[in-house]
T-cell receptor
Framework: DPKIIQKPKYLVAVTGSEKILICEQY?????MYWYRQSAKKPLEFMFS???????DNQTASSRFQPQSSKKNHLDLQITALKPDDSATYFC?????????????FGEGSKLTVL | GEQVEQLPSILRVQEGSSASINCSYE??????FPWYKQEPGENPKLIID?????ERKQIQELIVLLDKKAKRFSLHITDTQPGDSAMYFC????????????FGKGTLLTVTP
């Protein structure tokens, strides 16, 4: 059973619309992350959270907004979608920091923007 | 921030031979270097890692070497099998941020029978 649940697994959106990617982890981890994977930029870091606080943000655009309602949740809201946003978005988690323990990845949400 | 270069981007080897992937990093403060394997349509999975207090680590057919002076690390897969065919990513962490793992661009390894 996957311990990091991402929903939906696949989604198609039209340009200009808004989508929310859901991520819940059941590993008891304190840090959560979002990564984006596309043909152009494999495994690109986006955000990291620890104990529901933003630690790092490498996303230039404010169209991407992480939302953490609980310690084991880190959703990603994407507004004003563009075709360039098409990618697989991976949620990940680690016990504490990224360099003290293994990073576990969810199964990904594949977004296609038309 | 940290930058990780990974070469080669494509690697084709014959079954039973060795495969080597090389990575370099920029931030001398980075202290953790994992390797991930990703099969088509799946998520990346950790296969081996090394910390800056080590120079070499081996898990079965996987060997990782770290040269801190040169800021390079490498993955060596000995006695490759078709099941080793996948995308491999190196990464570095612990420099400017403890909450960020910076990945290389990946190496697509194909092991032919």
């Amino acid at each position: 059973d996957p311990k990091i649940i991402q929903k939906p697994k696949y989604l198609v959106a039209v340009t200009g619309s808004e989508k929310i990617l859901i991520c819940e982890q059941y590993l008891g981890h304190n840090a959560m992350y979002w990564y984006r994977q596309s043909a152009k930029k494999p495994l690109e870091f986006m955000f990291s959270y620890s104990y529901q606080k933003l630690m790092d943000n490498q996303t230039a655009s404010s169209r991407f907004q992480p939302q953490s309602s609980k310690k084991n949740h880190l959703d990603l809201q994407i507004t004003a979608l563009k075709p360039d946003d098409s990618a697989t978005y991976f949620c990940a988690s680690s016990q504490e920091t990224a360099n003290t323990g293994q990073l576990y990845f969810g199964e990904g949400s594949k977004l296609t923007v038309l | 921030g940290e930058q990780v270069e990974q070469l080669p981007s494509i690697l084709r080897v014959q079954e039973g031979s060795s495969a080597s992937i090389n990575c370099s990093y920029e931030d001398s403060a980075s202290n953790y270097f994992p390797w991930y394997k990703q099969e088509p349509g799946e998520n990346p999975k950790l296969i081996i890692d090394i910390r800056s207090n080590m120079e070499r680590k081996q898990i079965q057919e996987l060997i990782v070497l770290l040269d801190k002076k040169a800021k390079r690390f490498s993955l060596h897969i000995t006695d490759t099998q078709p099941g080793d065919s996948a995308m491999y990513f190196c990464a570095a962490s612990g420099g400017g941020s403890n909450y960020k793992l910076t990945f290389g661009k990946g190496t697509l390894l194909t092991v032919t029978p």
